[in-house]
């Protein structure tokens, strides 16, 4: 079809500016958008303008030493994340928007990096730069909340749902109550918002609406 591949083009390119502009390594953006790195590191860090450097996050060890608001933080991006899959969004576009709405809904400086993101995303469905799967999404049966697990962890009932922990220790906790002020739960409003997104195979270009920006 004429065009095609033009307009596959201006996607990955609109997707690199956006994943620069979220803080992404060249690693990452390459990994998303299958630009090579010379090109990217041309188009989007010219001039003065220099990419994020360091060692890129690997999630399969660092979430189980994680602390409590990290947990919480990690598994609200993989949720949305999910349910912006399950909606038929592209995976990357996917990641794009969850981290948009993370951004929208707590304070700086970040817990998550975009980077971070990515490694919890890519290994809780197998892709990118997993082979397989390393994470799930757990269902609490306490609080109905889905968190970040092990994949084929123990039983869910006998798990530790960190949403359970935040409600237990929230007022007794200072630096759990200064953070959580209010609990951030995804309103229908956002549901609703992101119903026409089709096309999860990845290979319709799509445009998912932008999530609603948090109420102060």
């Known amino acids: 079809m004429p ?3 033009i307009g596959h083009r201006m996607r990955m390119l609109a997707l690199a500016r956006d994943c620069a502009t979220l803080g992404a390594r060249i690693r990452t953006i390459h990994h ?3 630009l090579r790195p010379r090109e990217l590191l041309h188009l989007l860090f010219s001039g003065q303008a220099l990419p994020p450097r360091g060692r890129a996050p690997d999630s399969r060890e660092w979430y189980h030493g994680a602390n409590l608001p990290h947990r919480i933080e990690a598994s ?3 949720a949305n994340f999910g349910r912006l899959r399950q909606l038929g969004c592209p995976a990357a576009e996917a990641l794009v928007e969850a981290y948009r709405y993370y951004q929208s809904m707590h304070r700086q400086p970040l ?4 980077d971070r993101a990515f490694d919890l995303a890519a290994h809780t469905e197998g892709l990118w730069i997993a082979k397989a799967a390393s994470f799930q999404l ?3 049966p306490r609080c109905g909340s889905e968190f970040l697990d092990t994949l084929g962890g123990m039983d869910t009932a006998s798990r530790s ?3 359970c922990q935040l409600l237990d220790r929230h007022g007794r906790d200072p630096r759990l109550t200064a953070s959580y002020v209010v609990p951030p ?3 229908a409003d956002i549901i609703v918002h992101l119903a026409p997104i089709r096309g999860a195979d990845g290979e319709t270009p799509v445009t998912p609406a932008p999530l609603p920006t948090a109420k102060p």
Request: net charge positive; with cysteine; charged share 10%.
């Open 161 to 163: 749902c960190p949403f």
């Open 3 to 5: 065009g095609t591949k």
């Open 32 to 34: 998303l958008t299958g």
């Open 138 to 140: 757990a269902s609490c």
């Open 76 to 78: 609200v991006i993989v």
């Open 185 to 187: 739960p995804i309103s």
């Open 111 to 114: 817990r998550i990096s975009f």
